[in-house]
């Protein structure tokens, strides 16, 4: 028997499905994979039980659990993104905001932060790029491919 390499397969590939497949296609894979994979199918199929593909229903059922509900989709595709920019970049450091210079932009009255990169370069971050939702932003080298992670808080708007 071959040997299969060990790999961490993401939601859409357990259901065979891309990444931006619309929530029917998405409900079609994964009937279609439970047909093709239920352990008791399987079993009356062959007599016998299959771990591989018991192993492989169980991947197909959490990937269900998570990308049949929207929200809980979306929040998965962030963290896809967030997985796949830190493989490709490479974080040089941890820079908190305060120690950014701002550069006042009077035009839209906020601040453009920036941060000396060792190529020369710097990187910039617009204060408009801050969420209330994250403590942290990754910003590239407008130059090379080095990036820094940005920690800071959005002060919540006060209503003054
Ligand atoms: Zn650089």
């Known amino acids: 028997m071959a040997g299969t390499a060990h790999r961490t397969m993401n939601h859409y590939e357990a259901l065979d499905v891309a990444s931006d497949a619309s929530q029917e296609s998405i409900r ?6 439970v047909l093709r994979l239920h352990p008791d199918k399987v079993a009356s199929q062959t007599g016998q039980k299959d771990w591989q593909r018991t192993a492989e229903f169980l991947r197909v059922q959490q990937a269900w659990e998570v990308l049949k509900d929207t929200h809980r989709r979306a929040a998965y595709n962030q963290l896809l993104v967030a997985q796949a920019l830190q493989k490709e970049l490479a974080v040089s450091a941890e820079v908190d905001l305060d120690d950014m210079l701002c550069h006042d932009n009077p035009i839209v009255a906020l601040c453009t ?14 204060e408009a790029d801050l ?7 990754l910003v590239q080298c407008q130059n090379c491919s080095l990036a820094i992670r940005v920690l800071y808080t959005v002060q919540p708007a006060s209503s003054a």
């Open 113 to 126: 932060f920036t941060y000396p990169c060792r190529c020369g370069s710097s990187f910039t971050l617009s």
């Open 28 to 33: 079609t894979a994964y009937r279609a994979a």
């Open 131 to 137: 969420s209330e939702d994250s403590d942290s932003a």
